[in-house]
């Protein structure tokens, strides 16, 4: 059992926890909690190690894993040193480093989201859980996104970067990628309604609760669409924005 803060791999899966710049730096990720785990595996993502906690992780979990990468990569450590490199409240009892995803993007795409300055980490979360279940085809970042890798990013899109690709780009990749498609904007004073639109093929822009879609993302839009709402409210957070749009979407190319 490991039961020091010193040993290189607790180092290394407590910096990728904690510091965006280790994980870009290390080109690597911890997923924390047993369904992330699981998820990555159902992915064929393998972890290159695990630590866990005998007396609160998935036996059965740990068992998967040590038939998959090898027992020896996968460590026991003291409840004290999961709870250590854990971020959550209460520790599921296991945290695996994988390599930073690689996605492949599609070369004509139909169905793209873009998030344009999304900070809240909940909110991305959401957006990315969602746009895997809506069936979109890749998910760009501009510049000025949290970290799509922050654990409360991960946890939030529950196995959606396994998923559907993810990808960060500037905006001049932005608007070379959906070039020929019609872009809309979520915008509370769009011009039509959010299902009075044809979404046979787009590029979707969902922008910053608190700032707004920024000047980039304006001068790429073909269309403002609105999410009609009661009661004078004036706004819904991005990832409810992004849901309530991408249904919509689906349920066209369903009919369709």
Avoid at 139 to 163: E, Q, T, W
Avoid at 195 to 220: M, N, Q, T
């Amino acid at each position: 059992m490991i039961t020091s803060p010193q040993n290189e791999k607790v180092k290394l899966a407590h910096a990728l926890q904690t510091q965006a710049k280790a994980r870009r730096r290390e080109r690597r990720i911890a997923l924390e909690g047993t369904r992330l785990v699981r998820d990555a595996l159902d992915r064929k993502r393998k972890p290159e190690f695990v630590l866990y906690d005998a007396a609160t992780a998935d036996a059965k979990l740990i068992n998967i894993l040590g038939r998959e990468i090898g027992e020896s990569k996968v460590l026991q450590v003291s409840p004290e040193l999961l709870q250590h490199v854990s971020v959550t409240e209460q520790p599921q009892g296991v945290v695996a480093v994988l390599p930073l995803p690689t996605p492949e993007l599609p070369r004509e795409p139909r169905r793209v989201l873009i998030l344009d300055g999304v900070r809240d980490p909940g909110n991305m979360g959401t957006a990315l859980r969602t746009a895997a279940a809506a069936g979109v085809q890749v998910v760009i970042l501009s510049p000025d996104c949290v970290d799509p890798y922050n654990p409360k990013v991960l946890r939030g899109g529950m196995g959606a970067h396994f998923r559907v690709p993810i990808v960060e780009a500037a905006w001049e990749e932005i608007v070379t990628y959906c070039e020929g498609l019609p872009v809309y904007l979520a915008d509370g004073k769009g011009d039509h309604d959010y299902d009075a639109v044809d979404w046979s093929r787009w590029a979707l822009v969902i922008g910053s609760e608190g700032h707004g879609a920024s000047e980039a993302a304006r001068a790429l839009t073909t269309q403002r669409i609105r999410i009609p709402m009661a009661a004078a409210t004036e706004s819904i957070n991005a990832g409810v924005a992004a849901g309530v749009i991408l249904f919509e979407a689906a349920r066209q190319r369903r009919r369709a």
